[in-house]
């Protein structure tokens, strides 16, 4: 039975992606998921994006008409949740972690965990990257690409990963997360 929790704080990430926050505590390891439930509607699973001792989140993306429930949310809404669920991820240093848009969401509290990873962040324009000021800051070794230039590199993820794994740097596991 999902617990209801009321939502703290509601943040625009990109294009259509928002993240929930909820004050509450659950015990998570990088790469799980919570179920989701809007109350009449569905349950749908969700990566944990933001991850504390004290507060969780997930992120998702407005598509369909459970996301897009999920998107006109605010501050004080409640939502059903459950979990979490999932393997884990088995965080090893050296590691490069490649992201697609909202495929973000999967990968985000293995890079909260792991020291100093290669991060390849992108999607298909500008107003769909997601986590450019969480992780800019935090770590030099984010490369962000579109598909259209709009933002960093031109081209795909894919074709920056071959530019990592062929650059003599010390890359001993790739974490992946978006689409094929």
Known sequence: VPQMFE????????????????NHSIDCKPGQFVMVWVPGLDEKPMAVSYWSKKEF?????????????????????????????????????????????????????LIDALKNPVIINGARSKEYLIYLKRYKNKNKNMIVTTDDGSYGRKGFVTDLLDEVLMSGKKIKIVYTCGQE
């Open 7 to 22: 939502i703290s704080e509601v943040m625009q990430e990109g294009k259509d992606q928002k993240s929930f926050f909820f």
């Open 57 to 109: 989140a997930f992120t998702s993306k407005a598509i369909g008409k459970f996301t897009n429930s999920i998107d006109k949310l605010k501050k004080g809404d409640m939502l059903g949740i459950r979990g979490p669920y999932g393997n884990c991820f088995s965080a090893r240093q050296n590691a490069c972690i490649v992201g697609g848009g909202v495929g973000m969401a999967s990968v985000s509290t």
